[in-house]
Every structure is written in structure tokens, then in C-alpha cells.
């Protein structure tokens, strides 16, 4: 349950870190919408590790295939199904977290939660590789907002206590897709990745913050008391498993 | 939007009839309960036309995959993927209904609500083979049913004005299995199939009655004074297209 | 559970029948719409039992009140709460079936599912009288649909076994409203209502068959394969008490 | 739309802060509760501005009813309303902000988006008095959690830049009651009030920070990957007007 998120724009997530099969049902695209495997490919690939900067070790090669939805190049107001199969896995090395709970990881609450059916493997259904089903929603979301001039950008603002210096939307809009860590600010992204990799070295890891904005959305959006626009964001972002605070 | 059915046990049906796959989403399966590709194909070969009674004129060679929520032969309590692929489709017969819209099929409805652009071969969406996937979900809800002691049954009672005689509940659970029209009397089946090829000949096709039975059902089930069984079977059996009345 | 129903226009039923009120909240009407507690009125006024035909005896004066989500005439975007206060109620001949369950009520399923703490008297939350909350929801929408050109009538055409004959729509409007039966066929009116009087002094009651028709409606309403709009309007439907078949 | 949350234990709050009554449905709370008009008037109380901190003016003499769902004073398992009447309402002085939007309030987005239809007076539906019918609703909650051994606070931790020093939980649920601003720690809430009354004198308000905790909860709340326990309590934490982050 609760793999389901919006109604107009409705997802829905499937798939594990180590099963066959990462996806993502869309239902409530509109149809004509144009769209490519490429267009999904490209935010997809942004989840890809910078240099030297791996959060995890798997070197993931994703391909985004459409199974449903899109006709012609253009989605027909069917829903519409995209899925990365996973390749490569080793997952012996995980065998011995089975009984055994990595701390700041779900497997103790799933282990508990489902009887111990739960796939454990790289984390199963609670790793971090989920939200590549989210970024493929989103890709196809992007392609929607890019027909009304509403403009969406976050970025890191702030990792282990180094702060962004404040900077002119413009700026930060150049400067996060020229650093791996998607800062709006490059001095601070260079001490940020001494700091990562000091906290590396010493078996440790950092917190941080990321700013998201939204230009030229329309007045009214969401709807009171409890459909809110920053609840229903608030809820979608702790779908992701490392947000503790929005 | 639409293509989402249940609240605990929530199936989002995907794919097209001439697209790469028709597919299925089980969110809520408890985790635990046994389940194989062979449970499932076994429910979806039922859908095989009989010798000589073919609906469509397709041979349908469809194979179940599990694609995600089953590990080590159990649901895990992840969302369940069932596909199948579609195969051997000749498409090129459909271009000409492109912008000849059929009568009795939803046609020039998709058309005029998807602008066009909704995927029109073999009716797309609208294809009945679109309760593929219905059946998917359904052999795992059936599994799942196993372990109360409900059983649920639905037999042919009337094609064409000629009706089934009544039977006892055990010789019509026999019969279903023994004649291609899932009729609950064999007698009456014999009679149907004539009347079926006396039908084809002229062109034409006959509409019927389908009873269903579920034995064993708790006191109360439903939910007042919208979400009642009667109204939620219903709607279910309004999502396939040949349901004209409940 | 299950006291909502609708997404965009989304109605939630309160109240029993003997107990201190019924009522509706609407949320999703468009801000805007001008509606008095007059216009509800007179659709509730409709429920009103004709003279010796009275379903039920109890003489209802029901008086409609607005409680929320109207302003100066006009609905606000906020919640529209509708409400009858139960007057006059003399609930002691209803003490006999709390443990003595009517036949063709929900008496027995309801203690069973509530574990007997269900309010009994009058049927309660399963009484005839919570389709008085469907009618003040739908008087809004009637007036709703009045800015488009859609117009929605039903009529019955059939009571026990006597069928009202074929007529146009011009004439089926007229007879409506000139019959307390709402039948579309003034003669079969009259034929029915005789046949109800010989069954109620044989203590019996009969069933009928009602016909709904919506004019103008646009191509493409309902969403497939579940959201259907035969399918959300057999939902609807079978949230009354009385209705058996669709 | 948008005034419904949760799905088990569903709300649907209504009533505008200068209407006639603020309310709210609770559909999904199990039979056999008992519960009184006392039980939740008591969590309402709480709500009544502590002296000489009044949060806004106006006196509120909050006095609730129980317009459905009790019967002999437990829940049926019909949707159960409680109302609060609004008593004592001078409007007068909210006619010059219908054209004058205040700032940090809703009253600029709530005219755009109902095209100036909103009930205006007193903030209407974007009221924090709305808050009221989230009260009346919890106090029904707390009796059902009273039932197992889940303990549910939120106290005060921080307002104005004045911390509470860090207290063992027996302690913070013994001060949280002996001061108005339910702050977890007495000598805080002592500077708390100082600053409070210095911005006020500047025509200013604080902001502050509030910690809520649940003891006992069982493992594994909440359904992956979006319907999380963080992720649904801060969706409903940003139906309080005033809260901006969590």
C-alpha cells in the first residue's frame, strides 16, 4: 500500500534494488503530449554519482524504456508505464544484512513490518534506487509544466555546515549543473567536497540542505484546508528515504 | 486518470492491445502469501478462446512474467508487477479504422476524447484484452481468498435467449470446466454454440447473462452508504467493455 | 466508511434517520454559483410521499438549512454543508426490532458489523430517509449543470410488471411531474397505482423500474477502465437502499 | 476539494470563522466508542487563549455538539459530526479587508482563486480558527488511542529564539499544563511570555517551534514509498495555517 501518489497526475512506483525491475505507472498524462525515451533518459542520468563522489559504489547503467502510454512519439491518455531493468547485480554481499539491520536503513522496520517476506536485497523496496521511478514521473512532469512558462530548479544549498553564499537565480541556475554536487555556489561546492570526502576517510557522512523554487506559478494553487500546495509537497518529498525535514 | 481500482488491495491496469505489453499493479498484497507464474498463467489461459469459438480471431500466446513484490516464491509486501507481452501482432489490418470508427466499440469516443492522438490499433485501450490484466490481479486475489474459505464462481446462465436450467451449486462448478462457454448447464451450452455459429453466419453476434457466486462471505461486508459490495462489484464489472447491466 | 463519493465534486453523507439530523457536505463546487436553500428545497420537497401512495408513513416536514460553505447567495469554494433536522420522531415502535431483524433491511448485517452498537431505530444510518442527503448534493449539482445545456430526467417505467409505453422526451417530461408515481406513461400511472393499493392490502409491496436519461452530455465522460461512467453511476445508484439492479 | 484526509479514520472539516457553525465528519471510526460531548468540549477548552496572550480577540464561548454517529453514547460506525456554533460574531470591522488583503493571511490568494466569492469576514475558510474542527476530530482519535498504550504530546520547545532546556518526558508532560504557552519547560515559558509581550508592544509576532512525540507506536506505520509516517504528519501538520516547516 501507499505506492500511490496525486490524482490528476497519478503515480505509482513499483520495483526493487535488486529485483528485475525499477518502474512507474503514470495515469492522468494528457494525451499528445511529446515525449521520448531520451527525454526521460536525460533527467535519469542526472542521478547518476559524480566523479569521486559515489554514494553508493554500483556502477548503474539505466536505460529508461516506455512500456505503455506513448504512441507515435506522443502519449495517448493511456497510462503511461516506464521501467529501468536492473543489471549487474551482485547481491551475495547482502545475504548477511538479512538478519542483520544496517542502522539509518529501513530493514529492521520491514523486517518487522512484513514477517520477514520483505525482499532485502540492496534495501529491496526502501533503497535509495526508488526514486529513480520518481525522476522518471518527474521527467514526464517537466515535459508538462514546459508547455505553461512554470520553471521548477532545487539544488543544495548547504552540506555539513558549509552554506551557499546567497546568489541571483540566474547564477545558481549555471552553476548546479557544473558542479557534482548540484550547488548553487561553486567556491562553497569545493569546500563541501573536501568535507564529504574528509568525513569519507573517517567512515562517516553528511547531512545537508537543498533549496527547491518554482517561477511563475499561478496564484491558487492547491487546495485548503488539508490538499495544501506545501503539505502535498511535504509528503512527497519524505517519499524520499533520506528527507528528515521540509 | 481512471485506470486504478480498490482502496487495500489497489490494482492499476496498464498497456495497450497492440502496444509492447498489457500489465498489472497489485499495491496492498499482504506479504507472505505464496504465489508462482503458473498460479497466475493458469487463470489467464481460461481466457483462451475454445475450439471453434473464437471472440477475436487472434491466436493469443500470452505469457505471465512477474516483474516486481514476489521473492523467493512470496509476496513481499512491495507492489506486484504482472505482464504480459503482446506478440506477433499484425497491426496493418487497424490503419484503416484509424478514421472509420466501428460501431459498438469505443472508437470514435477515444478519438474524440484523446484529440486524436490515443492509440486506435486493435482499440488500443479499449481492446478487451485490456481484462488481461484484470485476470492477473485476479488470480492473486483468488490465491489470497484461498486462505479464508470463500469461494467465488461465475457461470454463463443465458446466450441469446437461451437459458441454463437450474442446477445445484457443485454440478454447476463441474460443468463450467466442461464446455468452452463456461455454461453451468451442458445441455443448454449444446444449444448455445448452435445458436452462436447460426449467429456468425449471418454476421451478426449474441449477448448474454453471466451469474457469479461467492460462498462463505462474512456478515457486513461493504462499507455504507457508498463503498457497498453490490456497488463496488458493480462499477468492477463495468470495466469490462462487453458489461452492459448488473 | 464509505460515506463519500466523487473526486472533483465530492459529496460526504451524515446523519440517521432517527437520530438528530441528516445532512451532505459538498467540496468541490466552483466558487460562484448562486443557490438559496429555496432551490434545495424544492428538490427535497419531490421526496414528499403522494397522497395514498406514502412509502413510509411517517409525515415529513423537512426543512433545509444551509450550515457552511455559502455566501451571500453564492457558494464560497468552501465546503457546502446541507442539513434537515429530524423532527416529530417517535422512535419507541422501533425498540421491538433491535433484536428482531426486519426482513429486506439491513438490520441483521448492521448489528452483526457493528457488533450491535448501530443506532436500530428507524433503520438508522440505513434508512430510506439518508437519500434525502443524495438529493440536497444533487440539487446543487442540478444547478450546476444548468449553465451547461446538460439535462439530466428519470421516470419510472415499470411497477410490478405494468410497463408505461413509449414516448417522446417532450412528453415524458410533462407526465412526470403530473403523476405522483413520477411514471412516464399517465396511463400506466394510473394501472400501477391500483396495483400498488391490491398489494398493499395483501401486505405486500412491489418492484419496479426506473429510467434515467442525460441530454447534451459531452463525448468522453468517465475514465477508463475503472472510472467508468456506467460504472460510477451504478456505484451511485446501489447507494440506494431499494436499487437491485443496474 | 481538498478538505477530506486519512482513509481508515476519515475527516472532512467544514464552517467558516464568521459563518454559522465550524464542523467536521469523522467517517471510519470504529463502533462501540464511547465517548461524550464532555470528552471533546475538554480538548477544545484547551484551545481558549490563555490570559493576557490572547492569539486573536475575540472570546470564544466554543461549546460542542454532536450532531451524528452516537447513539447511547458510543459511535455507531456511522460518520460522526461534531459542530461548534458561532456565537457572538461582529463582522463589521472584516468589510474593509475584502479589498485589502493583510499581509501573511490568505486573504489575497483566497479572492484570486474563488474570483472574489470566499467568505471574507474574519479570514472565512482560512481562518485558524478552522483549526477548531482538526481539535474536535483528534479529541475523538485520542479516545481510540486510549484504547492501547499509545501516547500521543507536542509542547512548545522554542519561540522568539528562547529554548527550552532539554527535560525528561514525565516532567515535560507535567509543565506543559501549568503554563499557557504549553511549553515544555517553565523557566523558558517564563522569558517566552516577556518577549511575547515586548514584539507585541512593537506590533510584532513571534515565531516559534513545537515537538510532538508518540510513545509507544508499534513498528512499521505508515505504507511505503509515499504514504509514510513522516510524509502523512506533515501533510496534515501544514493544514495548520501557521506551520512552515516540519
Request: aromatic share 8%; proline share 4%.
Amino acid at each position: 500500500m501507499g505506492n500511490s501518489f496525486g490524482k490528476l497526475f497519478a503515480i505509482t512506483s513499483f520495483g526493487e534494488s535488486h529485483g528485475r525491475c525499477v518502474g512507474v505507472i503514470i495515469d492522468g498524462c494528457p494525451a499528445g503530449l511529446p515525449i521520448t525515451e531520451e527525454d526521460i533518459q536525460r533527467e535519469v542520468d542526472k542521478r547518476k554519482p559524480g566523479i569521486g563522489m559515489a554514494a553508493t559504489k554500483r556502477m548503474e547503467e539505466d536505460k529508461v524504456e516506455i512500456l505503455s502510454g506513448i504512441f507515435d512519439g506522443r502519449t495517448t491518455g493511456a497510462p503511461v508505464c516506464l521501467l529501468i531493468w536492473n543489471k549487474d547485480i551482485d547481491s551475495s554481499e547482502y545475504e548477511r544484512i538479512r538478519f542483520l539491520p544496517r542502522p539509518g536503513h529501513a530493514d529492521y522496520t520491514a523486517f518487522m513490518k512484513y514477517g520477514g517476506f520483505n525482499d532485502f536485497r540492496g534495501g529491496g523496496r526502501f533503497s535509495g534506487r526508488i526514486t529513480a521511478t520518481f525522476v522518471m514521473a518527474g521527467a514526464v512532469a517537466k515535459k508538462l509544466l514546459a508547455l505553461s512558462s512554470i520553471e521548477v530548479l532545487a539544488y543544495t544549498i548547504e552540506i555539513g555546515g558549509i552554506r551557499a553564499e546567497p546568489k541571483g537565480f540566474d547564477e545558481i541556475r549555471e552553476n548546479v549543473v557544473k558542479n557534482p554536487l548540484k550547488c548553487a555556489d561553486l567556491r562553497a561546492a569545493e569546500a563541501i567536497a573536501e568535507a564529504i570526502e574528509k568525513a569519507k576517510e573517517e567512515g562517516d557522512s553528511l547531512g545537508g540542505m537543498v533549496e527547491g523554487v518554482a517561477l511563475n506559478v499561478p496564484v491558487g494553487l492547491g487546495e485548503p484546508v488539508f490538499d495544501t500546495l506545501d503539505g502535498d509537497l511535504a509528503k512527497a518529498l519524505f517519499a524520499i528515504p533520506a528527507v528528515k525535514g521540509v
